[in-house]
C-alpha cells in the first residue's frame, strides 16, 4: 500500500509533527480514577495497510485499556450471536448530542452501540452460560481480531470503575426496568467494563481496524473472520457515532469512520486501505483525544484518506 514508502513516512512524519502542536490541549480522563494514573504525554501511532505492511511510531508496544473501542467489538459479537432485527430492535443507530455516559438517550431503545447506554444493551447480548464464558469469549475474538498475543486484562482498571462506576450502574438498572434486557443488570455491567478494561497497543488495534478496512478478511489468508454484514454496519455506526457528541463534525472535518476511547486511543478505518490508531490521553470535552483527533484530521487530508473525496 506504501506506493511510494520513503514519501509516504515523510508525509506520515510531518502530519505527525503538526499535530503535535495540540499536545498542550486537553486533560487525561480521571472519573475513572485510575485511568488518571497515565502518562500525559504518551503518543503513539500505528497504520497497518491491507496488504500487511505496517507504519509504527513513538509508543506502539504501550498497552492502554481499550475502553470504548471495545464497543466495536461488543458490536461484532452481538451481529454474531444474534441476527441483525434482534440487535437493532433492542438498539438504536442514531447520533446523539448527549454525553456517552447519559442516561438521556434511553427511552424504549438506546440511541446507539457506540455510547454506554447502547454498549451495556449490546453486552445483554453477547450469548454465554455465565459471565465468565461471555467474557472469555470476547476477549479471545479481540485476541483472534489482532492476531496478537499481547491482549490482556487491566485488572486494576478493571477495579476502579467498578468501584466508581455509579453512572453505567444506574444506566444498566435503568434498561432492565424498561425491559430492554431482563439478563441480571450488575452482571451486564460487569461485562461490559471487562470489555472496557482489556490492555492492548496500538499496533494491534490497528490490526483489528485493517481487518475491517479488508472487508473482514484476514490479511494474509483472505479468509471471512468478520462478516461482510457485520463490516458493513461497523463501519457506518463508527462514521455517524464513533466520535461521541463530536461524530457529525469530525466525519465532516476528516472523513474516515473511527471510534474513540476515553483512555485516548482512537481507532480509524479507511475501507479499502488501512486501520489507523493514534493514542495520546489528553481529551477534549466530549472524550476524543486532542491529539489523536487533529492527527487523523491531518493525515486524512496529507495521505488523502477521506472516504468521500
Ligand atoms: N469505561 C468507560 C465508561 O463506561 C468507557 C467510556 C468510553 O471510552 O467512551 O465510562
New binding site residues.
Partial sequence: MFTNKEKTIKIIEKSIEKSLVYSNEGEV?S??PELANVNPTDFALSIVYVDGQEYKFGDYNKIF?I?????VILLIMALNDNSINEVFEKVDTEPTKYK??SLIPIDNIAANPF??AG?ITISSLIKGKDLNEKFNRTFDKIKKLSNSDKISFLEEIYKS?MDT?D??RSISYYLRSKKIFSLDAEEVLDL??RN??IGINSTDLAHIGALLANGGKDLESGVEIISKDSVRIVLSQMASCGM?EESGRFLLEVGIPSK????GAILGVVPGKCGICVYSPKLDKS?NSVVGKNLLKILSNDLDLNIFV
Fill in positions: 480522563a472519573y475513572i485499556s475502553q470504548s473501542i471495545s464497543k456517552f455516559n455510547i454506554n454498549a470503575e462506576t453512572v453505567n461490559y467494563i472496557c478494561s461521541y474513540s476511547g476515553v483512555s472524550g
